[in-house]
């Protein structure tokens, strides 16, 4: 039985600020650099704006990759998050069928719930 104490030790969780939800997706990614050099990864999660993924290499935050395939098509995204080979994506200059095509795709994926899992 919780007692009012035990709630006061719950750490509390902080909000989320992304733009869209996000959706389980864990596929194979191939991520092509500026530099020609191509990593292996797995998706973990994906939204309307971009993904994260687990990589082969690290990454810098910054970086422009191509990463491919997601909704059968290249995409442009840039590095937002690294902590070591989990990286957050965000997808740049989406034409408007690519986003319906993530859009479509999410509506058929259960909700990511990391922030349950403390990632």
Sequence with gaps: MQTDLDAQNVPETPPDRRRHPRFRLSVPLTIRCADGA????????????????ITAQSLNIGDTVELEPIVASKLSAVVRQNVGKVHGFEFLNL????????????????????????I
Excluded: D, F, N, W
């Design 95 to 118: 034409t408007s069928e690519q986003a319906y095509r993530i859009r479509e795709r999410c509506k058929m994926l259960p909700r990511y719930r990391g922030k349950l899992l403390g």
């Design 38 to 53: 191509t990593i292996q990864a797995i998706s973990m999660e994906v939204s309307e704006s971009g993904l994260s993924a």
